[in-house]
Nanobody, 127 residues
Framework: QVQLVESGGGLVQTGGSLRLSCAASGGTFTSYAMGWFRQAAGKERQFVAAITWSSRATDYADSVKGRFTISRDNTKNTMYLETNNLKPEDTAVYYC????????????????????WGQGTQVTVSS
């Protein structure tokens, strides 16, 4: 059983930054692709970013390209999301997720492709 725990959310002003973390336990972290998703109030959960087990490939939603950076430290079983130049529209609960059977050809961007989820961390950006 894989367990994922997010942290690092909070309240920031427009233009601010936050570093989100996702600590994994109970599985073989180095074999998983990992992803970040977010869900704003009243909206569906949407893809934010993903990273392969080796960190050789990453993918981002267009809305966060150039502002967010995904990374991972396999020695610490931890994934990160560096969020910069935050905007009010980035306000959401941010979730990390693990893809236990990643494709060799692409990074998954759909919620159904991920097997385990964390409980989420709230990010609120004030205008």
């Amino acid at each position: 059983q894989v367990q994922l725990v997010e942290s690092g959310g909070g309240l920031v002003q427009t233009g601010g930054s936050l570093r989100l973390s996702c600590a994994a336990s109970g599985g073989t972290f180095t074999s998983y692709a990992m992803g970040w998703f977010r869900q704003a109030a009243g909206k569906e959960r949407q893809f934010v970013a993903a990273i392969t087990w080796s960190s050789r490939a990453t993918d981002y939603a267009d809305s966060v390209k150039g502002r967010f950076t995904i990374s991972r430290d396999n020695t610490k079983n931890t994934m990160y999301l560096e969020t910069n130049n935050l905007k009010p529209e980035d306000t959401a609960v941010y979730y990390c997720a693990a893809d236990l059977t990643p494709s060799s050809f692409y990074l998954a961007t759909g919620t159904a492709e991920y097997d385990y989820w964390g409980q989420g961390t709230q990010v609120t950006v004030s205008s």
